[in-house]
C-alpha cells in the first residue's frame, strides 16, 4: 500500500465514539480541573479544622477545673499532638494552597494550572498522608504523642514505640511532597501562563504572596521531608542521626526543624496576607496603598524568615542569641510596613463593613497582638521565663490562628458567590464573627496571665494552690464559644445550599479578574479578558481607565493622588 491509499484509508476510516465526560463522584476523583481540585483542598481542610477543633476541645475540657480526669496522661499527650499536627500540616497549609489552586490562574488570566496533573496528584498525595496521619488513632499504641514538633530523643524508637509514630512520619512526608508539587506548579503557572497586559507588578497582592509563599515552600518542606526520612531511618535502621547513645546529636533535629518551622510560619501567614490585601481596597472603595511597598515587604519578610529559626532554641545554649535576637526584632519592620499599608488603604475611604470586612478587620487585631507578643518573646531574657509557658501557647495562637482563621473566613465569604455563584447570609456571617471574636480573645489572652504565672504547656493536669483555676476556665468558656461560632458557619453553608441567593457575578464590585468571568467560572474560566492596564483591570474596564505615567504605569494608588483626594 501507498502512502496515498493509507492516507485515503485514514479519510474513510470512522470517527471514534464520543466518550461522555465523567460526572459525579468518578468527576471528583479524575478531575485536572484547578478549581475542583482547589475545592477539594479547601474543603478537606475545613473537615480537618473541625476535627482539631474537637480535639482543642477535649484539652480545654481537661484543663477547665484543676486534676481533671476527662483524659488520662497519655491520651492527652496523643491530643495535643494530633491537635498542633492537623492545625499546622493539614489545616492552615493545605488552605492556602486550596485558595491558591482556585484563584491564582483567575488572577492571571490562566486557563488552568500549569501542570494540571502533577495538581491532581497533589491533592490525592495530601489527602493520602493526612489518613495516614489521623489513621494512628486506630492503632492498638495510639496516635503520635510526642508533640507536633516530635523533638528527639521523644520521637525515637524506644521512647515512642508503636505504629501510631510511624503513621505520622509516613504521613507528613506524603504532604511535605505534595505541598513541594504544588508549590511547584505554583511558580510555573505564574511566571509562564500570565494573560498579555498582566506584567507581575500588575498581579493581584494574593498572587504575589502565593508566588512568594511557594518559593518558601521549596526551600523549606524539603528540609522536613529529609528529616523525616532521617528519624524514620534512626527509628528503624539504626542509622544513629539523633540517638546520642550511638553517637547522634539530638539537637540537630532541632535545628532541621526549625529551619523548616519558622519559614512555615510565613508559608502560613503569607497567603493571608494577600487575602486582607485583596478585601481592604474593594470594602474601602479605594485602590490598594502602597502596592510596590506591599510587595517589597512581602520578599523581606520571606527572605528574613530563613535566618531565625534559633530564636525557638534560645533555652538550649547553642546558638548564638544576639544574632537570632536582632533578626528576630528585624522581621517585624516589613511586617509593619504592610499594616500601615493596609491603614492606609482604608484612610479617607467609603468603607462598608460586610462580613469578610469584619473578619479582615478581625485579623488585623489578632495577628498585631500576637505580633507584640513575638516582640517580648524575640528578646532572650523574657524568652528565657516565657520558653514553654502557656504565654508561648497564646503567641502562637494569636499568629497563627489570627491569620489562617480569620483571614481565611473573609476570604470564605468573599470568595464563596464567585465559586458557587450563591451568597451566604450576611446576618449569620456577623453573628458568626462576633462569636469567633469574643470567643477567640475569651480563650487566648488569659494564657497569656497563666504563662506569666508559670503555667508550663503540655501538662495535663494542674492544683487548685497554683491559682490558676478561674483564667482556665475562662479559656475554656471561649473554646466551646469558639466551637459555637464554627457551628454558624456550617448552619449558613447549609442555608445557602438549601434556600440559594444568586450571587451574580461581581456582588462587591471587585477589582481583580475573577470578578470578571460568571460564577462559578465556566472550563478554561474565561471567554474574553478586559485590557490588563493596572493591578485592578476589571475596575478599569467598568469605571475607566486608570491614569498612566510616563512609562505607561498604574498612578492611581500612588501617595500624591491619594493626597489630591
Request: charged residues 10%; proline residues 7%; aromatic residues 16%.
Amino acid at each position: 500500500m501507498t502512502l496515498v491509499d493509507e492516507h485515503e484509508a485514514a479519510a474513510a476510516a470512522p470517527e471514534p465514539p464520543e466518550h461522555p465526560s465523567p460526572t459525579g463522584l468518578l468527576h471528583w476523583f479524575t478531575t485536572t480541573d484547578h478549581k475542583v481540585i482547589g475545592k477539594s483542598y479547601i474543603a478537606t481542610s475545613f473537615f480537618f479544622f473541625c476535627l482539631a477543633g474537637v480535639l482543642a476541645l477535649l484539652l480545654r475540657a481537661q484543663l477547665a477545673v484543676p486534676e481533671s480526669s476527662v483524659l488520662d496522661q497519655q491520651d492527652y499527650n496523643q491530643v495535643f499532638t494530633m491537635h498542633g499536627t492537623i492545625m499546622m500540616y493539614l489545616f492552615a497549609t493545605p488552605f492556602g494552597f486550596g485558595l491558591a489552586n482556585y484563584f491564582v490562574p483567575l488572577h492571571i488570566g490562566a486557563p488552568d494550572m500549569a501542570f494540571p496533573r502533577l495538581n491532581a496528584l497533589s491533592y490525592w498525595l495530601f489527602l493520602g498522608g493526612a489518613l495516614l496521619v489521623v489513621s494512628g488513632f486506630l492503632t492498638s499504641g495510639g496516635a503520635a504523642a510526642f508533640g507536633w514538633v516530635s523533638y528527639a530523643p521523644l520521637s525515637d524508637g524506644v521512647h515512642s514505640p508503636g505504629a501510631g509514630a510511624d503513621l505520622w512520619i509516613i504521613g507528613l512526608l506524603l504532604t511535605g511532597i505534595a505541598t513541594i508539587a504544588t508549590a511547584v506548579n505554583i511558580v510555573t503557572t505564574v511566571f509562564c501562563l500570565r494573560a498579555p497586559g498582566m506584567t507581575m507588578f500588575r498581579m493581584p497582592i494574593f498572587t504575589w504572596n502565593m508566588l512568594v509563599t511557594s518559593v518558601l515552600a521549596l526551600m523549606a518542606f524539603p528540609v522536613l521531608t529529609a528529616a523525616l526520612a532521617l528519624l524514620f531511618g534512626d527509628r528503624h535502621f539504626g542509622m544513629r542521626i539523633f540517638d546520642v547513645s550511638r553517637g547522634g546529636v539530638p539537637i540537630l533535629w532541632q535545628h532541621l526543624f526549625w529551619f523548616f518551622g519558622h519559614p512555615e510560619v510565613y508559608i502560613i501567614v503569607l497567603p493571608f496576607f494577600g487575602v486582607v490585601t485583596q478585601v481592604l481596597p474593594v470594602f474601602s472603595r479605594r485602590p490598594i496603598f502602597g502596592y510596590n511597598g506591599i510587595v517589597f515587604a512581602t520578599l523581606a519578610i520571606a527572605g528574613l524568615s530563613v535566618g531565625v529559626w534559633a530564636h525557638h532554641m534560645f533555652t538550649t545554649g547553642a546558638v548564638q542569641l544576639s544574632y537570632f535576637a536582632a533578626m528576630s526584632f528585624l522581621i517585624a519592620v516589613p511586617t509593619g510596613v504592610k499594616f500601615f499599608n493596609w491603614i492606609g488603604t482604608m484612610w479617607g475611604g467609603k468603607i462598608s463593613f460586610p462580613t469578610p470586612m469584619l473578619f479582615s478587620l478581625g485579623f488585623m487585631v489578632v495577628f498585631l497582638l500576637g505580633g507584640l507578643s513575638g516582640v517580648l518573646l524575640a528578646s532572650p531574657p523574657i524568652d528565657f521565663q516565657m520558653h514553654d509557658t502557656y504565654f508561648v501557647v497564646a503567641h502562637m495562637h494569636y499568629v497563627l490562628f489570627g491569620s489562617a482563621v480569620f483571614a481565611g473566613f473573609s476570604a470564605a465569604y468573599f470568595w464563596y458567590p464567585k465559586m458557587t455563584g450563591r451568597m451566604l447570609r450576611e446576618s449569620w456571617g456577623h453573628l458568626h464573627f462576633w462569636a469567633l471574636f469574643i470567643g477567640f480573645n475569651l480563650t487566648f489572652f488569659p494564657q497569656h496571665i497563666l504563662g506569666e504565672r508559670g503555667m508550663p504547656r503540655r501538662v495535663q493536669s494542674y492544683t487548685e494552690t497554683e491559682g490558676l483555676s478561674f483564667l482556665n476556665a475562662m479559656s475554656t468558656v471561649g473554646a466551646f464559644l469558639i466551637g459555637v461560632s464554627t457551628l454558624f458557619f456550617i448552619w449558613n453553608l447549609w442555608a445557602s445550599w438549601r434556600k440559594p441567593v444568586a450571587g451574580g457575578n461581581d456582588p462587591w464590585e471587585g477589582h481583580t479578574l475573577e470578578w470578571w468571568t460568571t460564577s462559578p467560572p465556566p472550563p478554561l474560566n474565561f471567554t474574553s479578558l478586559p485590557p490588563i492596564r493596572s493591578d485592578r483591570p476589571v475596575w478599569d474596564a467598568r469605571h475607566g481607565q486608570p491614569k498612566l505615567d510616563a512609562e505607561g504605569e498604574d498612578r492611581s494608588g500612588k501617595l500624591d493622588e491619594v493626597i489630591e483626594k
